[in-house]
């Protein structure tokens, strides 16, 4: 693994476009036929995508506890704490939250919410960030077969199994914030796995084919599947098609930024890092942002809603990707808000 200091491009660049599936995501797309669905199942990765370059990061860290913890706190717990309490004061003010009397028992529910379900990658990855030191011991003292043999358990009970046989026995979501950080933590770890496969001379052709082979088994699982196995509820992160095509985009960058690195100009490098660099606070910002700039800007680009959702999904994220990028890039710069907006 490269050094502490060293940025690993094909990282950054999942980064970037995890960020930008985000926004398309949270702009509410209609997925009603096989091609925009197809679609949905590639911005779909943007979650999976994430976790599982976290697992890169730090699964091969040798750290001590302190330095660990004190990292993940500077960087995740303390906005997530800061920004719970924005979120509540918008809530209080622009939604006029409902306490059903106020008594600080209501005020206390209000906050519980708030810090588990509005910001919920961060209290996920933090959760994971917990499980990591005693992860990174399996993971440090385990051959690739022994890391790949966990993945494939953890896909077989959590993915393979709610898609076939969808009850309360193998739920498409384990609930609660504990669920999903034992869902999420088979993502972090097959991310690590998938970093140390070693593709063949011909590897692009290979990934390019995990990609559409995840994309065809997500079609599959939303149209045909249904017909035999009964109602199965939209796109899951947990989808098999979404695992395997999380996959597919994961080796396809990896490869791409492998054969081709020297060939992208410094610019287009340092864009890249810098998006990668903005792309959590761009995550936490992003939905107040949206709501209070949405009405004016669907009075210019209102239009946009009547095309293709495979066309307006992408530009209407990057229409507030762009002042949100700005926005965060101008935060870290400043000395109190650079502890904000990591």
């Known amino acids: 693994m490269p050094g502490p200091n060293k940025r690993v491009l094909w990282l950054d660049f999942i980064r970037a476009i995890s960020?930008?599936?985000?926004?398309?995501?949270?702009?509410?797309?209609?997925?009603?036929?096989?091609?925009?669905?197809?679609f949905g199942s590639i911005i779909?990765?943007?979650?999976?995508?994430?976790?599982?370059?976290?697992?890169?990061?730090?699964?091969?860290?040798?750290?001590?506890?302190?330095?660990?913890f004190k990292k993940r706190a500077n960087k995740v717990l303390i906005p997530w704490i800061f920004w719970t309490f924005i979120f509540m004061i918008w809530h209080i003010f622009v939604d006029h939250y409902d306490f059903n009397g106020f008594s600080i028992s209501s005020l206390m529910n209000l906050f519980e919410k708030?810090?588990?379900?509005?910001?919920?990658?961060?209290?996920?990855?933090f959760g994971i960030y917990l499980l990591t030191p005693p992860l990174k011991i399996f993971i440090q003292n385990s051959?690739?077969?022994?890391?790949?043999?966990?993945?494939?358990?953890?896909?077989?009970?959590?993915?393979?199994?709610?898609?076939?046989h969808q009850n309360s026995t193998f739920p498409v979501y384990l609930s609660g914030i504990a669920g999903r950080v034992l869902q999420f933590t088979g993502y972090f770890i097959l991310g690590f796995a998938l970093s140390k496969v070693r593709l063949p001379k011909h590897g692009l052709i290979i990934t390019l084919f995990l990609l559409l082979f995840g994309i065809f088994c997500?079609?599959?699982?939303?149209?045909?599947?249904?017909?035999?196995?009964?109602?199965?509820?939209?796109?899951?992160?947990?989808?098999?098609?979404?695992?395997?095509?999380?996959?597919?985009?994961?080796?396809?960058?990896?490869?791409?930024?492998?054969?081709?690195?020297?060939?992208?100009?410094?610019?287009?490098?340092?864009?890249?890092?810098?998006?990668?660099?903005?792309?959590?606070g761009i995550y936490i910002i992003h939905y107040l942002f949206m709501r209070i700039t949405?009405?004016?800007?669907?009075?210019?680009?209102?239009?946009?809603?009547?095309?293709?959702?495979?066309?307006t999904g992408p530009v209407l994220a990057l229409v507030f990707?762009?002042?949100?990028?700005?926005?965060?890039?101008?935060?870290?710069?400043?000395?109190?808000?650079?502890?904000?907006?990591?």
């Open 218 to 280: 997500s079609v599959l699982e939303a149209f045909i599947l249904p017909q035999y196995l009964g109602k199965i509820e939209g796109i899951s992160y947990f989808d098999p098609g979404i695992v395997i095509t999380s996959s597919g985009i994961f080796l396809f960058i990896k490869e791409v930024f492998s054969a081709y690195d020297r060939n992208i100009p410094d610019i287009y490098k340092k864009f890249i890092v810098l998006l990668s660099k903005t792309s959590l």
């Open 114 to 125: 708030t810090l588990f379900n509005e910001l919920w990658f961060l209290p996920m990855i």
């Open 321 to 342: 990707l762009i002042p949100c990028f700005f926005i965060i890039y101008l935060f870290q710069k400043l000395p109190f808000l650079k502890h904000i907006v990591p």
């Open 44 to 68: 779909a990765s943007s979650v999976p995508l994430f976790v599982m370059i976290s697992g890169v990061l730090l699964l091969n860290k040798k750290e001590s506890y302190s330095v660990f």
């Open 143 to 164: 051959k690739n077969k022994d890391i790949f043999y966990i993945a494939l358990i953890w896909f077989i009970a959590v993915c393979i199994m709610p898609a076939i």
């Open 294 to 311: 949405k009405p004016y800007i669907i009075v210019y680009f209102g239009f946009l809603k009547h095309l293709d959702p495979v066309f």
């Open 19 to 38: 960020i930008y599936f985000v926004l398309i995501i949270h702009n509410e797309i209609v997925l009603p036929n096989a091609t925009t669905f197809a």
